[in-house]
């Protein structure tokens, strides 16, 4: 069974830690969307496969497939490749699936920004930030929940719809991640890399509970030149239980 998420959400969180490029985030508006096999999870991206079609449905996809890789064949050479792939096709690698979710891009968030052991995760130890961004634009807009489950989700390489694909290979995770409430944007076009955020919509910053004197003033400075300087959170530690707080401080 699977565990969706409430599609409500205004605004989304990234933990980080501190490295060479954290200041390019509030500089120049970049964040870095992984490929799949950048994940810390081995199981995610992964899925129940299967290559069950007709002869027509492969025949229409390795001549596709030999067009759009070697177009320099003549109709009858590529017509003989085609005969001979599907005189092999239980040979074919089950890479010609893999391809799909290692040319696209991913931005993870989370829909919490308290999460103890995603502070201690993704924040160095609580020593790292974690930037609010709002949802309410075209850019985070389009950032989908992940739904959990016990068992790999299946889909059909001839069958499955593009976004059958996507929400299986690229938006469900192993149930004993769903405490991380993640949501992601996905991006098939233009693919992993550095993107440019509209820098409007960050609209937070939350300094860790262990953050270094050296590593708070930096934030300040670069949060302070940024035309709309996002508003300035930390957290702290509760006195009572395992918890923290996050708590508004000024500049």
Known sequence: ?????????????????????????????????????????PFDSKVGLSYDGTEEQWKR??????????????????????????????????????????????????????????????????SGFCLEFDRNNEFFGRSQPMGYQEEFPNVNFFTSSQWEKTKAMLLTKAKRWDYEREWRIIDHNEGPGIKHFPAEFLSGVIL????????KENM????????????????????????????????
């Open 1 to 41: 069974m699977v565990t969706e998420q409430i599609i409500e959400q205004n605004v989304l969180y990234k933990y980080y830690e501190f490295n060479k490029y954290t200041e390019n985030i509030f500089t120049h508006n970049e964040i870095y969307f992984a490929k799949p096999k950048e994940f810390n999870d």
């Open 61 to 126: 996809f390795l001549e596709g497939w030999h067009i759009k890789n070697e177009p320099s064949l003549t109709p009858e050479q590529r017509c003989y490749k085609v005969n001979i792939c599907l005189g092999n096709r239980n040979n074919i690698p089950n890479s010609l699936g893999r391809s799909f979710p290692e040319k696209t891009g991913a931005f993870c968030m989370s829909a919490i920004n308290n999460d103890i052991l995603m502070w201690s995760h993704y924040s160095s130890g609580h």
């Open 208 to 215: 860790g509970c262990q953050i270094s004197p050296e590593n």
């Open 220 to 251: 300040f400075g670069w949060c302070r030149k940024r035309e709309q300087p996002p508003t300035l959170y930390e957290a702290r530690k509760k006195q009572k239980e395992f918890g923290l707080d996050i708590v508004e401080i000024g500049y």
